[in-house]
């Protein structure tokens, strides 16, 4: 596992949501194929994403709800939405951007982050 910790403060919460997530993805691939994270954006709102290796639905979580979101092309860029939710990965996960929630979720940063890169 490679996990990283920039806020210690929130590992407990960020554990707890990451294995919320990652229990949606029970039986459905090896822990080596599962890329999951969770951010921390301005006025510290959190969500968490977890997906498989070469999956094209990405789980989000967030305020106790999941929502699968597809992975939707655009030019050059890697985003997953709903129609109403947005994610848009970037440098490979380690940052993002959430879009189509009532507040913003802006310069979400990675509290946690488990496998491989995406986008």
């Not at 030019?75 to 189509?100: C, F, I, M, N, V």
Request: proline share 5%; with cysteine; hydrophobic share 30%.
């Amino acid at each position: 596992m490679n996990w990283s910790f920039r806020h210690p403060g929130l590992a407990p919460l960020a554990t707890l949501a990451l294995s919320a997530v990652l229990s949606g993805c029970a039986g459905q691939s090896s822990t080596s194929d599962v890329i999951a994270g969770t951010y921390q954006c301005d006025g510290g709102k959190t969500f968490s994403i977890a997906t498989t290796a070469g999956s094209e639905t990405v789980t989000l979580k967030l305020d106790g709800k999941s929502y699968p979101l597809q992975q939707q092309p655009v030019a050059g860029l890697t985003q997953y939405s709903d129609g109403k939710l947005t994610y848009w990965p970037e440098d490979g996960g380690q940052r993002a951007t959430l879009a189509g929630t009532t507040e913003p979720y802006s310069n979400c940063e990675t509290v946690t982050w488990q496998g491989d890169t995406l986008g």
